[in-house]
């Protein structure tokens, strides 16, 4: 006699029948890359682990990872190998794979250390970043709109395309901000918040939200899953709109600057004296 146990029942009742979906409906497997933090590495210790391990709490679910850098063949050698599940990071618009509803909104953002002048800059088109030495990692949007108010003759370039196991361009450009070697850089936003608030002192993050020359640099986050993982996506569409306060929490605790639809910085809740 079958007996189904009752968050198991719950959860088929919710998001219907994940048996021809996923690998194995009683485990949580999580395509990441063993060595991008603040997202995620393969010791735990990223923010993607961290929500990993909330998913699969709540789903009563024992988790296990599909380890792969996060480069060329990201999702092809783990989604689509049917290795994992789900991508627990995914930018809304993209098309390579299927993507839930946002759980953050987040944006690129211009790090500066305190003193230089620069503290109050909100956006490239600030005359005080004219003729100063500012860092960008190649290929990214934010590219566009330094291009477009002339911030590239005096820019330096990071690699976008890296082994994330071996190297890493965020942690290099604010080693380089620190230094003193160039004066600010554009990161993305979790790369930004996490890494500015661990330098020696802590470098300024201020989200470029005022942009109007170039792209919008502010993205919707969710998670990818396969085309044809439909359940499987409005359970997870469940998971983030039943946990969106421990979600944010998370990614808080990293430096993750968060935003809101009308680009307001989301903060913590102020504790109870």
Known sequence: MSFVAGPARAQMREGGDLSIELIDPDVLRVCADPRNLPLSNDQGEG???KLAELLALRLHKRLAYTYFPQATGFFRMTLGAHRCDVVMGYPQGDDLVQGTNPYMRTA?????SGGGGLDD???LGDSRLRERHIGIVAGTPPATN???NGLMTNARPYALMIDTRIDSSAAAMIKDITAGTIDAGVLWGPMAGYYAQRASPPLHVAPLVRE???PRLAYRIGMGVRAADQNWKRLLNSFIRDNQAEINAILLGYGVPLLDEYDQPI??????P
């Open 146 to 148: 330094m291009a477009a």
């Open 108 to 112: 690129y953002a211009l790090v500066t």
């Open 121 to 123: 800059v909100v956006t």
């Open 267 to 272: 903060v913590a809740p102020a504790k109870a």
């Open 212 to 214: 109007t020359s170039g």
């Open 47 to 49: 923010y993607e682990n």
